[in-house]
């Protein structure tokens, strides 16, 4: 979120001022400082810098790194093998295939061309996605408060549905600066706030033990949906003459996936995933 809030329209400028390659170097750049960054600094556990996990008591024993157990390259395609067996888990992979598809693979792709289509700027588009991605943070921080507190179910079901009824507003509107401005927002907060209460519906329903790798697999959905809806989206532009069709699709896509999250939405959390 924070990168895209910094990042997207100093690319956008370096595409405008020296090209994409340019631009393409530079982002090479960045990622082999990341790499860096996480080879020094990123660990495992807390444990690895003898610190206790978070809500811990603070006279707990700080517990020794579990040994690895079984084939850690099969290990994500047993706990594929428990998953697909539970609804939950086709439910939670299609709503997040329905994420990747509304975010990553259409706004984030071909907002800023659609905005080129009403003769805004490349540069004063990136500007409205990268304030996305300043809400983009403040939503998802809100979001993972509210999990602790609420039916994650419920959360998704309005996440979604929100989501959906912003993209029908966003082809609605003649793109002036009002209307963008509050896609911005509202599209912002609702970005990635998606993921905390999926994350607690896979632990819930997995157990802490396979919740990650169970995760994985379904934020593998995720990007298939955001490569579906990049090509699909693209396609459409180039047979119709217009993003307007994608967006709304795209919109029903999420409403559906709202839908998926009506059963169960009215019991607790934990009664839900232990039905599931």
């Not at 792709?109 to 080129?116: A, E, R, V």
């Not at 507190?149 to 009002?178: E, K, V």
């Not at 401005?181 to 998606?194: K, R």
């Amino acid at each position: 979120a924070m990168g895209q809030l910094v990042f997207l329209p100093f690319m956008a400028w370096l595409v405008k001022m020296d090209g994409w390659r340019t631009a393409t170097l530079a982002l090479c750049v960045f990622y082999a400082a990341a790499v860096v960054l996480v080879v020094l600094f990123i660990r495992n556990r807390p444990s690895d810098v003898g610190l206790r996990p978070f809500g811990a008591a603070p006279d707990s024993p700080i517990a020794a790194p579990p040994a690895p157990q079984g084939n850690l390259f099969l290990a994500p395609f047993e706990a594929l093998a428990v998953a697909v067996r539970k609804p939950v888990f086709w439910v939670l992979a299609f709503s997040f295939f329905v994420c990747g598809a509304s975010t990553n693979g259409l706004v984030q792709m071909h907002l800023i061309p659609m905005c080129g289509d009403y003769l805004i700027p490349a540069t004063a588009a990136a500007g409205t996605l990268a304030l996305m991605g300043g809400f983009n943070f403040v939503g998802t921080v809100a979001s993972g408060w509210l999990t602790d507190r609420f039916n994650p179910r419920i959360l998704l079901m309005i996440y979604y549905g929100l989501r959906g009824l912003s993209l029908f507003y966003l082809t609605s509107t003649g793109f002036d600066s009002t209307s963008l401005l509050l896609f911005a927002v509202f599209y912002g907060l609702d970005w990635i706030a998606t993921v905390p209460p999926t994350v607690k519906l896979a632990a819930d329903a997995f157990g802490p033990a396979r919740a990650t790798l169970v995760f994985g697999w379904i934020f593998a959905a995720h990007q298939l949906g955001a490569g579906f809806a990049a090509y699909g989206a693209g396609f459409v532009r180039t047979e119709l003459g217009s993003y307007s069709l994608a967006f709304q699709a795209a919109g029903i896509l999420c409403i559906i996936a709202s839908l998926a999250f009506i059963s169960g939405s009215r019991r607790r959390p934990e009664a839900a995933a232990a039905a599931a």
